[in-house]
């Protein structure tokens, strides 16, 4: 089965891939949903896209109908003594145009190198660049070196969360991981946006929390809002994008106005990273 493709936004010729960072210092904010749904969108408008699930929980596999096999190689192989390229790392999917890295279930996160420009130099390879361009990183949650690895390769971040009252502190303390990240070097690493979902309109605190959260970063940089919808829970376990499982439903169409926005962000930032939003 393959996507459906939708009139392609392009890529610059020979251009190196866009790198999405999707993260949040919290987890059970849909991060993995999100991804994989952006990686899809991506796909289905033509783009070839890889996603890379550096969360340990490796979750992205399930999404795409994909299921780990005892010894299979991931992308938490990277960080071993002597590891494998990362395109010998990459996964077909059933999706046209898009592939998977998937997540090692075994990682103890405590004995990853402190080296945070590994998968930096990974995304690097001449091959990857001739392959793809799109990537998308499905980042861990915790305060660690897979984290920095993550924000260290990307050029753009995406930050899912849930109308929760702490979810502006969480916010801002995934700001401060940026500083950090930009310290260590990254400085083209920008925030494309954030992303609301499991949101629901009706409820006064979370319009309220959507505000604040506006107010803090900019309306600009809100990327719309994901409505709660069992479609998108269905479709994670028949191992489909929301696209495929269930094209009229609402989660379908809140993920591909998001996706719209940003690749609208995308084609007017084009490949200039430092160009302010």
Known sequence: MTLTKTAGLGVLPNAPPNVLAVTNRKGGTGKTTTAVNLAAAFAAAGQRTLLIDLDTQGHCAFGLGLRPTPGQLSAHHLFADAPPTLAELCCATAWAGLDLVPASTDCRHGRISDDDRILARALAEPAIAERYDQILIDSPPSLDHLLFN??????????????????????????????????????????????????????????????????????????????????????????????????RSRGQHDYQEAFETIETCLRTHGRDHNAPL
């Open 150 to 247: 993550a924000l260290s390769a990307a050029h753009w971040a995406i930050v899912p969360f849930v109308p929760h009252p702490l979810a502006g502190e969480g916010v801002k303390q995934l700001a401060r991981v940026f500083f950090q990240a930009a310290m260590g070097g990254n400085t083209r690493l920008r925030l494309l946006g954030v992303l609301p979902v499991m949101l629901d309109t009706r409820i006064g605190q979370h319009r309220a929390i959507r505000a604040q959260v506006a107010e803090q970063f900019g309306e600009q940089r809100v990327l719309g809002g994901i409505r709660n919808d069992i479609k998108l829970a269905e479709a994670f376990a028949a191992g489909q994008p929301v696209r495929v499982y269930a094209p």
